[in-house]
């Protein structure tokens, strides 16, 4: 085959002007079979292997990098994170929220899930409440938020479990449904009374201690455990040395580390942590820390733990109660007054916040302590799932760049992932995505803010145009609005974006809608602020990649200007029956980032793949409908127009493969506009030549 040639997928209904187009300029038809967009299979057929076992297998092995993943962090257990981070004396923290009880809440929440892993926490934990039905796939259940933190956000993850209103097998269930869901880390606990007074379960658990030794009877080692220590003595406890006897079984049971109550004082903390130490107890032990937000919020916590505020603490409070700002940014300066004490004695690995749901007091200390990284180097340019069953996952197709959450549902079931290279050692199939509206894939912008954003009313395709120039301009639409968020992208505009705004800006307000984009990068360091990922002292790489929905006058444009660029760039074009055309040889993955690091082999974490691409225009195309159609009354004008671009526009992507140069690809658009605008005349004398 010549691979310099295009061909013509017939992967659906046919699009006749372009295969007219096709036929003229003498592009040969390559045939692919339907399954295109449902199966795997079609790789080994279209590559004429056959498909045979042994083909398979031979593919699988040189799939497999036998280089270490690049974060040893990915393959470690949470106590071995918490053993080395210790033995290297480099401090950390953890961030406790609770269950939502609204599917908005819920949505909110996972977008401060990704707002707060910028900061570096070690894990989180996420509260049981038994009334909130906490083991259900409820979205506001503590189980899917746990869930959704693990899969979706990439934090390692803790779940609370308690005893209260479950049976043995009950909390087995739940158990067993959490290491389902990829969840290794549980606090153990009794629980709350559901009344004024503990009510214990016929047949069920009346300790903590019970619950610890339950599992770890039921699942040996699979899960690390952490359980409650009290500071003070817990409050039904006949005296501390008797609730510190209680800690010490915990502990002897299996539990592996142990989080305090919140605690007002250092001197508290320092008086528990030697009393452990005199009675044996040696795993760590974090100590909880509480910055106060508001005299509501405090009144709350202290009702529920049943402490006592110390007295030069209600008297400043008191004054300033009905001032939240005041309070908090007094609770603010209590709490790094109290970490900075205990960071001080040498005598504390971590610190555990109890954030309430919220993110400003709790960011704002860790700040002030300089411990909130925001180190912009990612292990991977992508983000990656802390399920334990992705952890060899190194390498992924860029079009869900903007929609990684999406990326991690679609192939949630998958057995196997690819590790080294895209080929079809992956798993057969990507789930379909039907359901847009799940807690951790809907845009965070509620309909009323969408439509400010995309136009109450649309009045041609140049006002969708304007829309994708605001949202790269950062200006406020016509509305005085700011376009935050696009159907593709939830996000505001990656850092690198900016290295292509002006060309962005310019094609997108001509009709080329950008929805995913990466300039060339040729050799920079891995610690760039901008593009860098990986290890320190490595150095990245990436190829101009640029996709874009457009019309069918700009494809055939496109077409004519591509082939002076066969040899340069890869091309793919596809519209939404599934006629594409494309000349990636073979079909084979392109791969358009990869670093190169101290003592390891070349890494390669983002591919261009024609297979998965057909998976992805399903999805990209639906987008205009599902997300932004939908906003408009089925027959309004508005909506006819989303619907004529998602019925006759093509999706587009284009790989310059010369990365040391200058990219072409800006070039190969404006000759594309400049060949639209020719007399008819001229258009035709060059389709000639």
């Known amino acids: 085959m010549d ?70 962090e990915r393959h470690e257990r949470l106590r071995e994170k918490m053993r080395r981070r210790m033995e290297s004396g480099d401090k950390w923290f953890s961030l406790e929220f609770f269950p939502p009880r609204t ?42 938020i746990a869930s959704t933190a693990v899969n979706y956000c990439g934090l390692e993850t803790m779940l609370h479990m308690t005893c209260c209103q479950q049976s043995p097998e009950q909390i087995t269930g739940h158990l067993y449904k959490a290491k389902q869901l990829g969840i290794k880390n549980i606090l153990a606990l009794r629980g709350d009374p559901i009344g004024d007074q503990w009510e214990a379960e016929e047949g069920g658990f009346d300790h903590a201690t019970d619950l610890v030794k339950h599992i770890r009877g039921e699942f040996g080692d699979y899960f690390d455990i952490c359980v409650a220590g009290y500071p003070k003595g817990h409050p039904e406890a006949g005296s501390f040395e008797e609730d510190l006897r209680h800690l010490k079984e915990k502990v002897s049971a299996g539990a592996d580390f142990i989080i305090t109550q919140l605690f007002f004082e250092a001197d508290t903390f320092f008086h528990f942590l030697k009393a452990c130490s005199e009675i044996g107890i040696s795993c760590p032990i974090l100590p909880g820390i509480f910055p106060i937000q508001s005299y509501s919020s405090l009144r709350q916590l202290v009702k529920l733990s049943k402490l006592e505020v110390p007295q030069e603490i209600k008297d400043v409070i008191e004054p300033i109660k009905d001032n939240d700002a005041a309070i908090c940014n007094y609770g603010i300066e209590l709490a790094v007054s109290l970490c900075q004490e205990l960071l001080a004695s040498g005598s504390v ?179 760039d602020p901008i593009v860098g990922w990986g290890p320190s002292g490595g150095y990245v790489f990436q190829k101009a990649y640029l996709e874009f929905f457009t019309s069918r006058e700009t494809v055939e444009a496109l077409l004519q200007v591509l082939r002076k660029y066969e ?9 939404v029956k599934g006629e594409n055309i494309t000349n990636a040889p073979e079909l084979q993955p392109n791969a358009v980032t990869w670093g190169i690091f101290p003592g390891r082999e070349i890494i390669q974490p983002t591919v261009v793949d024609p297979v998965s691409f057909m998976f992805w225009k399903d999805e990209a195309f639906a987008l205009w409908i599902e997300q932004w159609g939908k906003l408009y009354d089925e027959e309004s004008p508005s909506r006819m127009i989303i619907q004529y671009i998602h019925d006759n526009y093509f999706l587009v992507n284009l790989v310059d493969n010369e990365f040391p140069q200058d990219s072409c690809l800006w070039q190969v658009v404006e000759d594309a506009f400049e060949l639209l605008n020719r007399p008819a005349g001229l258009v035709r004398e060059v389709e000639a030549s």
């Not at 003498?26 to 795997?40: A, D, E, F, N």
């Not at 570096?120 to 979205?139: C, M, N, Q, R, Y």
């Not at 590790?419 to 847009?436: C, I, M, Q, T, V």
């Open 349 to 527: 690995p971590g610190l555990h916040f109890y954030t309430l749901n919220r993110k400003m007091a709790t960011t704002s200390v860790l700040k002030r302590l300089g411990m909130w990284t925001e180190d912009p180097r990612r292990p991977l340019p992508w983000a990656i799932s802390a399920h334990p069953k992705r952890r060899e996952e190194d390498v992924r197709p860029i079009f869900w760049a903007s929609r990684p959450k999406s990326y991690i549902y679609r192939t949630q079931d998958w057995n196997e992932f690819p590790n080294g290279r895209w080929g079809n050692s992956s798993s057969p199939a990507f789930g379909e995505l039907k359901n847009y509206y799940l807690f951790y894939l809907k845009s965070k912008s509620p309909r009323q803010e969408l439509l400010k954003m995309w136009g109450e009313e649309l009045s041609s395709e140049e006002s969708v145009f304007e829309v994708f120039a605001h949202y790269l301009s950062g200006e406020p639409n016509q509305y005085g609005y700011k376009v935050t968020c696009l159907p593709w992208n939830d996000e505001p505009l990656a850092a690198e974006t900016n290295l292509m705004k002006q060309q962005l800006l310019r094609v997108n307000r001509l009709g080329i809608l950008t929805i995913n984009s990466q300039p060339n990068v040729n050799g920079r360091p891995s610690s």
């Open 103 to 144: 599917a908005e809440g819920a949505a909110n929440l996972i977008s401060m899930f990704d707002q707060m892993a910028g900061g570096g926490p070690l894990f989180i934990d996420v509260t049981w409440h038994p009334a909130g039905d906490p083991g259900s796939d409820k979205e506001t259940s503590s189980m899917m």
């Open 3 to 72: 691979h310099g040639k295009a061909r013509v997928l017939a992967a659906g209904p046919r699009c006749p002007s372009l295969g007219m187009w096709a036929s003229k300029a003498s592009i040969s038809r390559y045939s692919v079979p339907t399954p295109i967009s449902r199966t795997w299979a079609m790789v080994n057929e279209a590559r004429g292997s056959g498909g045979g076992s042994s083909d398979s297998e031979g593919s699988k092995d040189s799939s497999r990098c036998s280089t270490p993943g690049l974060d040893p």
């Open 567 to 575: 040899l340069r760039v890869n091309y793919h074009i596809v519209d």
